[in-house]
Nanobody, 124 residues
């Protein structure tokens, strides 16, 4: 089992920044890949970013490239999503997920465990 707890969401103006955290625990936590997804009201959950077990390889959806950075601290068992130059279209509930059934998966159904989500709202 893997337990995931997100934090760091909030309300920001366009152009602002937020840093999301996802603390992982459980018997299977550690050397596992992790991903971030987001979901806006009335829309499907979409992939945002993923990171492999040691942080060497990362993946991003095109809309956040150059603005978001995913990273991890395996000593603290925590994954981060640094979000800069936020846009109103970034608004949604952000979830972290683990582990991917395939390396670098961007498919929500291929992750078994999810956090509770943290709300990110970006005003124009």
């Amino acid at each position: 089992q893997v337990q995931l707890v997100e934090s760091g969401g909030g309300l920001v103006q366009a152009g602002g920044s937020l840093r999301l955290s996802c603390a992982a625990s459980g018997r299977t936590s550690g050397r596992i890949g992790m991903g971030w997804f987001r979901q806006a009201p009335g829309k499907e959950r979409e992939f945002v970013a993923a990171i492999n077990w040691n942080g060497v390889t990362t993946w991003y959806t095109d809309s956040v490239k150059g603005r978001f950075t995913i990273s991890r601290d395996n000593v603290k068992n925590t994954v981060y999503l640094q979000m800069n130059n936020l846009k109103p279209d970034d608004t949604g509930v952000y979830y972290c997920a683990a582990p991917p059934k395939r390396y670098g998966s961007n498919i929500a159904a291929e992750y078994d465990y999810w956090g509770q989500g943290t709300q990110v709202t970006v005003s124009s």
